[in-house]
């Protein structure tokens, strides 16, 4: 995904120009990079994201 993300695992589902995030995340820092990678993907409307954050 990015060096930026340390998670240890992020589930993607996509469906209809849907992105769905879900998993674990350092930081929220981290939980935002992850959601802009995914809508700034072309044919990405949405993103909707649910993340433990490990701070």
């Given at each position: 995904?990015?060096?930026?993300i340390h998670s240890t695992k992020i589930d993607v589902d996509v469906k209809d120009?849907?992105?769905e995030l879900f998993g674990k995340v350092q930081s929220a820092k981290?939980?935002?990079k992850a959601?802009?990678?995914a809508?700034?993907?072309?044919?990405?409307?949405v993103v909707n994201a649910l993340f433990l954050v490990k701070e």
């Open positions: 995904m990015s060096s930026d120009g849907v992105v981290e939980a935002e959601m802009q990678i809508l700034s993907t072309k044919g990405v409307s």
